[in-house]
């Protein structure tokens, strides 16, 4: 149960969530917002490695991304970081995560105010014992949804334990979306057809670990469609199957193009 672990100082080659409050020249700056008073630095050397004409193209004012950590200083309390050392995927799993960590944050806050305990004596009643026995609160708290009732070992009494039931249903509710985008992919050739099915298997390979379906609406597009927590996620992992599958279709002498819905 890693959600709720927390630290004073972040680590070197961890990845951070920070938010953009300053654009410069040579750089960006921002909040690490995990670390409460640290402040974290991306140099333009580490924003891309291609020639950055405005780095507001990238980075800008207020925006929330995910940094790699390269170098801290724990007396000044900053941290150089870096934006293009992040994968995609690396970036969807940690702003998942960082999601989740905060909405069970909102459940301890809302459950110390209605029940009049102290968010460190809820800690220790709910998060302690999770994490002793090596679990995900959040998932713990999603199978605690669908089964309409608490773990046994979540020892609690009964009004608290009611209490938690209702603020959990109304912060972590199994929001589910649909995205959808249309790949166009077109191959020249008589073997079209075949790249075209390596393609797909090699788009949904890119997103295993995803509820992604790629369908046919007729040559040459195919709708992609992924169910996930929210917009934004699903079409970041829209994004990553189609260029999974036009990197197949390219190196084939085709093209094609993604229009995301």
Known sequence: MSEL???????????????????????????????????????VSEISLKWIRNIRDYLKEGQRDVFRVLRIDPATRQADVSYRRVSQKEREDKMRLWKRKQRLLRVLKLLSERSGRSEEELKKLIVEPALERGLSLYNVLLDALEEERLPEWMKLDEDLAKLLMEVISQEIKIR?????????????????????????????????????????????????????????????????????????????????ELQLK
């Open 5 to 43: 672990v927390e630290r004073d100082v972040p680590a070197v080659d961890e990845l951070v969530v920070g938010l953009v409050k300053r654009v410069e020249k040579y750089g960006v700056y921002l909040d690490l917002l995990d670390y409460p008073g640290w402040e974290g630095f991306v140099h």
């Open 176 to 256: 589910e979306v649909t995205v959808q985008g249309v790949l166009i992919m077109m191959v020249p050739g008589g073997n079209g057809v075949e790249v075209i099915r390596r393609a797909v298997r090699h788009g949904l390979e890119a997103a295993k670990k995803e509820d992604v379906t790629i369908t046919t609406m007729g040559a040459p597009r195919y709708l992609i469609s992924v169910r996930t927590e929210d917009v934004e996620s699903g079409r970041k992992i829209i994004e990553r199957v189609a260029e999974a599958c036009l990197a197949v279709i390219r190196e084939a002498g085709g093209k094609g």
